[in-house]
């Protein structure tokens, strides 16, 4: 879930929201898995899998936040949107 929001328009406001989102889910599966969880000095696979799942939705999280803020810094917020996706995708270095 949380490299959805990789694949979605930068035009699409639910972006951010849906990353946020997904770190409040994984947090509240931590939370509730924690009472669950055996203490041992080992790392148990469940914390390897969740700190991977955390690590990974931060860095999608980052990712369009600044996918984001390169789109509309480019125009200001005026013009074509279209131009403003390729100067965006000229400057990430991917073309279209």
């Known amino acids: 879930l949380s490299s959805a929001p990789l694949w979605w328009d930068v035009r699409c406001g639910e972006r951010l929201g849906f990353g946020i989102t997904v770190l409040l889910a994984i947090t509240a599966v931590e ?7 055996p203490r041992c000095p080992e790392w148990l696979w469940i914390e ?3 700190t991977g799942s955390y690590s990974f939705a931060v860095l999608a999280l980052v990712e369009s936040s600044y996918a984001t803020y390169l789109f509309f810094q480019e125009g200001g917020g005026e013009g074509d949107a279209e131009d403003n996706e390729d100067k965006v995708t000229d400057r990430v270095g991917r073309r279209k």
């Open 31 to 37: 939370i509730i898995a924690s009472d669950y969880i």
């Open 48 to 50: 390897a899998f969740t």
